[in-house]
Each structure stands twice: as structure tokens, then as C-alpha cells.
């Protein structure tokens, strides 16, 4: 199974400032014969299902506000929240989706400081 | 727009069957493009994928379960269901049902999940 490793586990920034989540995965999730990076993003808020932020390590789902942005390759990934908003306090996932068991990592929470 | 909806009891005894279903609305589970997927959360959790259906019955399941997972599709009905046998506590948990596509292993959209609690 690809173990997918998430840091922090929490996080609190001041609202407008820059919030990053990184993930790692403890094998590549990166194909070579596409050069597309199997890794998504999800948001998760108290009581919600999670919703699907970004696909492909950096494409955002449809809708999805621009400061959320994905970026990483290989092992390596991050989520950036460009300027905190109220609305993004939430628990954040990373996902792989290179090989089953398709697998997350184990969360970071996201506070406004 | 594609909704998912799951349904089936809230409690379940130790050593028994948990029965889920997922009920698709919005387009048809019938379509070549979509697998149909269960994702569960213990409370206060992260996220594990159970399995995933294609309308046609091909299954793929999470080694961890596998031998305690059945998931099935009722085209007619425009459902999908999930039977995890034996529980114990340790199957207490949110049960989502989800889509994604070949290939395209993201999961969009989910349902809003059922708490099953495994309890005597």
C-alpha cells in the first residue's frame, strides 16, 4: 500500500494570511507514460462529506476558489490556501489514486490564529 | 447533477452483517464511464476506501476487507450496496458512497454519509 503522510497535523493562521499542507507518499505517484501525478485534494467540513478541491496534483475542480492551489510531484506534494478565509476552516486530505488500495493521509486541520 | 444518497439501520450487533445502500439519483449508474465506491471515517478519523463497483459487477476491494466485503449494483434500481460481515467496534464509522472514474480515481461527489454504530 502507498502511505500517504501528512504535515502538520494542525495548523492556525491569521485570516488573509498563507496557510501550506504538505503530503507525502511513501512511493511515487507520478506516471511516467503521462507524466501526470495520481493525487487530489480534499476539503472536509464538521459534519460534511469531504469535497473534492483539486485533481492531478494541481488542477482545481470546477468552482473551487483560486487561492486554493496544489502544486508537488513525485512524493512530494503541498496545498496552499493563498489568503485564509473564514469559510476555509476545515480538515484538509490528500489522496492517491496511482494504485489500490487507493489511499489518504491522515488529515491537518486548518484554524484561524 | 449526479446525488448519492446511502441508506440502511444505524446500529448493528457484534458478529453480524452491516448492510448499506446507495441510491443514485440525477443520471444512471449504468454509464461506462463511472465506478461507484464506498469510503468510510471511524469518528474523529481519517478516510479509508473500501471498494469500488463498475455497473457490469467488476469489483475492486481493499485487501484490509477483503475478505469481509461484498459490494454489489442493482441497475434496475439505479443502487449500489455494501456488506461487511463479522463487525466489531473497530467497523464503527461514517459510511460514504461515492463516484470516480477509471482511471480518474478521485472521488466526486460524495454522499452525506450514514454513522453505523457496531454495538451489543
Known amino acids: 500500500d502507498i502511505v500517504m503522510t501528512q504535515s502538520p497535523d494542525s495548523l492556525a493562521v491569521s485570516l488573509g494570511e498563507r496557510a501550506a499542507i504538505n503530503c507525502k507518499s511513501s512511493?511515487?505517484?507520478?506516471?511516467?507514460?503521462?507524466?501526470?501525478?495520481?493525487l487530489a485534494w480534499y476539503q472536509q467540513k464538521p459534519g460534511q462529506p469531504p469535497k473534492l478541491l483539486i485533481y492531478w496534483a494541481s488542477t482545481r475542480e470546477s468552482g473551487v476558489p483560486d487561492r486554493f492551489i496544489g502544486s508537488g510531484s513525485g512524493t512530494d506534494f503541498t496545498l496552499t490556501i493563498s489568503s485564509l478565509q473564514a469559510a476555509d476552516v476545515a480538515v484538509y486530505y490528500c489522496?492517491?489514486?496511482?494504485?489500490?488500495?487507493?489511499?489518504f493521509g491522515q488529515g491537518t486541520k486548518v484554524e484561524i490564529k | 447533477q449526479l446525488q448519492l444518497q446511502e441508506s440502511g439501520p444505524g446500529l448493528v450487533k457484534p458478529s453480524e452483517t452491516l448492510s448499506l445502500t446507495c441510491t443514485v439519483s440525477?443520471?444512471?449508474?449504468?454509464?461506462?464511464?463511472?465506478?461507484w465506491g464506498w469510503i468510510r471515517q471511524p469518528p474523529g478519523k481519517g478516510l479509508e476506501w473500501i471498494g469500488s463497483i463498475y455497473y457490469s459487477g467488476s469489483t475492486s476491494y481493499n485487501p484490509s476487507l477483503k475478505s469481509r466485503v461484498t459490494i454489489s449494483v442493482d441497475t434496475s434500481k439505479n443502487q449500489f450496496s455494501l456488506k461487511l460481515r463479522s463487525v466489531t467496534a473497530a467497523d464503527t464509522a461514517v459510511y460514504y458512497c461515492?463516484?470516480?472514474?477509471?482511471?480518474?480515481?478521485?472521488?466526486?461527489?460524495w454522499g452525506q454519509g450514514t454513522l453505523v454504530t457496531v454495538s451489543s
Open positions: 512511493q511515487s505517484v507520478l506516471y511516467s507514460s503521462n507524466n501526470k501525478n495520481y
Open positions: 461515492t463516484k470516480s472514474r477509471r482511471g480518474l480515481n478521485w472521488f466526486d461527489p
Open positions: 489522496q492517491q489514486y496511482h494504485s489500490t488500495p487507493f489511499t
Open positions: 440525477g443520471g444512471s449508474i449504468s454509464s461506462s464511464s463511472y465506478y
